[in-house]
């Protein structure tokens, strides 16, 4: 720091950032005619003002250690502030009036770092009363076990601020997807709205909370972390049915089951064909002709209000900040970052990010490959029907009620123990699922649902040996015509 004008600057983003974080409310500062006016103001003042020149006395002992610093102590800097506060200024905040009186000059390393720290406190402060909104009945709807709603927490956390039309219910929590094959997949989340696997990332961490300063574009996000483990996802393959502890297929059933599986569900489950990237392009089902719970997918599309009740595209607004996130961040990256980021990425530039409403012709569903799948349960986006097994019966003879947490895998339905609450696992309490409430409703897909007993158990029988042989997959995709 050269001169006082800078911790006056200081000063006054430190009275911008924490104190008066309620932008509705006036500046706390602002009433305050001059320095002694706030160090006369009871508890309050006086505790500011001698917290006031704390900062002055160890930031001039900071400058005294530099002797090219302009030499500068706290009875100068009270002095210059008491003068500089003595002018009244109407309307403005005494800091402000004094930095205006004042030349701009940088921050030093130690302030700028306090000031980020501060600007991270102030970001904390707001998400943990978006948090505190999300814990009142009715604003978030129970997630349970391996689910989450990160574009619903993402649009109230990150656009709250803007206008607080953005602050709706978190209502659409959805289920952890099988992560092999993931890097041949075009397009990524259960609704197919991005390509980057970088920026998908860092939303999903930013959607559970991680922070990030608008002005500055630093992040808690780890990036160069997150894509050291997205190297292990790729090496992610898909289970093979364990036959030595669930037992061997039977392989009369399972031929049996694979024609039924040929003549019902591969149309849809096998992609579509590659993009001019080699990428997977999957079949993907409007949110009607799915009949799958509809929210996650409309939820997306929802356009974000900005301060004057305008809208933008939540995917327009999240690419922009994302894209933003990613291009600084990587300017701090080692070299060997940079690269891996290149190569995570190679395929996936330019990043996309698609509202389905205008692009697919409105919000959709993609048909996923099955291979390993029969280990995923419970099955849908939103996690809603706990067996293969009850997928595949009409819906209103599927679970409405059922529970998650359990470890213990059923090889016949093909799906994890949900009967009861009682020893599900010996780590997790058992959370019991809701599927009458909207978001969590396990509707639609009735696909293969009035097959007979005996071909139901056949297709589960064939599900557990399906191999998606993605390789064979060379095909265009047309995109089809808007
Ligand atoms: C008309 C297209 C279509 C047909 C036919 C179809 N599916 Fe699907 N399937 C989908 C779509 C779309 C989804 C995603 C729906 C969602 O998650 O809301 C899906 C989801 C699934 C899932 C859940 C995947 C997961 O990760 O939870 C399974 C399992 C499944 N289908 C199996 C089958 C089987 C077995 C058949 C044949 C009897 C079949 N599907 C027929 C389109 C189809």
Not at 158 to 173: C, I, T
Not at 235 to 261: N, S, Y
Not at 420 to 430: C, N, Q, V
Request: proline letters at 6%.
């Amino acid at each position: 720091m050269k001169d006082p004008k800078e911790l006056l600057g200081f000063l006054k983003r430190l009275e911008e950032q924490v104190i008066s974080t309620n932008p509705d409310e006036p500046s706390l500062l602002a009433k305050f005619k001059n320095f002694d006016h706030l160090k006369g103001d009871g508890e309050f003042g006086a505790g500011l003002a001698s917290h006031i020149l704390q900062r002055v006395k160890s930031a001039t002992t900071a400058i005294k250690t530099d002797a090219e610093h302009l030499a500068l102590d706290a009875e100068l800097l009270e002095k210059l502030a008491k003068d500089l506060l003595a002018k009244e200024h109407s309307g403005e905040s005494p800091l402000e009036a004094l930095e205006d009186t004042l030349e701009h000059s940088h921050l030093t390393d130690d302030l700028a770092d306090l000031e980020s720290a501060l600007a991270d406190i102030k970001y904390r402060a707001a998400f943990l009363k978006v948090r505190a909104w999300l814990s009142e009945p009715g604003n978030r709807l129970p997630a349970g076990y391996g689910r989450a709603d990160d574009f619903g927490t993402a649009r109230v956390e990150l656009f709250a601020g803007w206008n607080k039309k953005n602050m709706v219910p978190v209502n659409a929590p959805v289920s952890t997807p099988q992560l092999w094959n993931v890097d041949e997949y075009a397009w990524l989340h259960w609704n197919a709205n991005t390509n980057s696997v970088i920026q998908r990332s860092i939303g999903e961490s930013i959607g559970v909370g991680a922070t990030y300063n608008p002005k500055t574009l630093t992040t808690s996000v780890p990036i160069s972390k997150q894509m050291h483990v997205e190297e292990q996802i790729l090496k992610v393959l898909p289970p093979q049915w364990p036959g030595e502890i669930f037992g061997k297929p039977d392989q009369k059933k399972v031929a049996a089951g694979r024609t039924i599986f040929e003549e019902q569900c591969k149309g849809c489950h096998t992609p579509a064909g590659r993009d001019e990237k080699g990428l997977l392009e999957f079949n993907l089902l409007t949110v009607k002709e799915a009949g799958t719970d509809s929210l996650d997918a409309t939820n997306f599309d929802r356009p974000v209000y900005k301060a004057d009740d305008s809208t933008v595209g939540f995917a327009v607004s999240i690419e922009t900040l994302l894209t933003e996130l990613q291009t600084t961040q990587k300017k701090t990256m080692s070299d060997a970052d940079k690269s891996l980021m290149d190569t995570l990425e190679a395929k996936r530039s330019p990043v996309k990010w698609r509202d389905t409403m205008t692009v697919t012709g409105g919000p959709v569903y993609p048909a996923k490959p099955l291979e390993g799948t029969w280990s995923t349960g419970p099955f849908l986006h939103n996690g809603s029907v706990p067996t293969m097994y009850h997928l595949l019966l009409p819906a209103d003879q599927r679970p409405k009620k059922f529970f998650v947490g359990s470890n213990d895998f059923d090889p016949e339905k093909l799906g994890f123990h949900y009967e009861t609450d009682e020893t599900p696992s010996k780590y997790l309490k058992a959370f019991e699922f809701d599927a009458t409430v909207k978001g969590n409703f396990n509707t639609g897909h009735e696909f293969g649902t009035d097959l007979s007993e005996e071909d139901r158990m056949a297709l589960l029988e064939y599900l557990k040996t399906h191999k998606d042989n993605l390789d064979d997959i060379q095909n265009k995709f047309v995109p089809p015509a808007e």
